[in-house]
């Protein structure tokens, strides 16, 4: 892990505009992507920031991106079923997979009606470790781009302050309780060796309650990594941050 890597730093005066700029961001690399090795491994974040860039990509961008070369994969995951409004993968769903022409095998979820979460925390470790590590298809060997949210507490995916999880260093994905003011409190999260594999994590932000733990993690990283679980995300070669500030 590089950790002296440079964040390369994108401010817009609205999520609006920082999605419709994160949109074609992902529309390049992935045909990059697609044009050297053949696929494209994209990462989702969850909750409600992402909304906009998920209908961008699946509307303006629906005849830009190659989605049969496409896999898409969950950063974390709420343990709720799959069609339950707290869903990462039904928010991804509704905004984005219902709307595109992408193969069924290429959808890569978490499955949360296994139980207890652990065993749909190791059952997605599993299938993640397959795809990546699989001796016939070496053009693949971690995510192309990782796309991250943060939150007020500076936690990212399921990551939160003081998570023993925070220190795992070879499990891929861990079963997590969030705090107790987190409505639905087991969920299932990738943690930091496989997240900073990644070839490249993108941050997507927004809102004022955010903008103390951002500016920290900008401009104090150092501090910031023994606070903020947000700034500990050192992926192999780019991070980025996208914030949309209030119009």
Same mark, same amino acid.
């Given at each position: ?5 440079? /964040? ?41 920031? /992402? ?141 930091? /060796? ?54």
């Amino acid at each position: 892990m590089d950790q002296s890597l440079k /964040p390369e730093i994108y401010i817009f005066n609205s999520l609006e505009k920082a999605s419709q700029a994160l949109a074609e961001r992902i529309m390049k690399i992935s045909s990059d992507a697609i044009t050297k090795k053949g696929k494209f491994a994209l990462a989702l974040s969850g909750g409600r920031t /992402p909304r906009r860039l998920y209908s961008l990509l699946a509307s303006e961008y629906a005849d830009k991106i190659i989605w049969e070369a496409v896999h898409l994969f969950w950063g974390d995951e709420r343990c709720v079923a799959r069609d339950h409004p707290d869903s990462n993968y039904a928010m991804a769903y509704q905004t984005l997979l219902s709307n595109i022409q992408i193969p069924a095998q290429n959808i890569h979820r978490i499955h949360t009606e296994l139980h207890p979460p652990e065993k749909a925390a190791e059952s997605y470790e599993e299938m993640l470790r397959e795809f990546f590590n699989n001796p016939e298809d070496k053009v693949l060997s971690a995510f192309d781009v990782i796309l991250l949210g943060v939150g007020p507490d500076g936690h990212t995916a399921s990551l939160f302050p003081q998570s023993p999880a925070l220190e795992e260093k070879s499990r891929w994905v861990a079963a997590v309780d969030a705090p107790p003011s987190f409505s639905t409190r087991q969920r299932i999260t990738m943690t930091f /060796p496989l997240m900073n594999r990644s070839r490249a994590a993108i941050f997507l932000v927004s809102g004022a309650e955010k903008n103390t733990v951002v500016e920290m993690i900008l401009e104090e990283p150092d501090r910031a990594t023994k606070i903020y679980p947000a700034a500990r995300v050192q992926p192999r070669e780019r991070l980025v941050w996208f914030i949309g500030k209030k119009e």
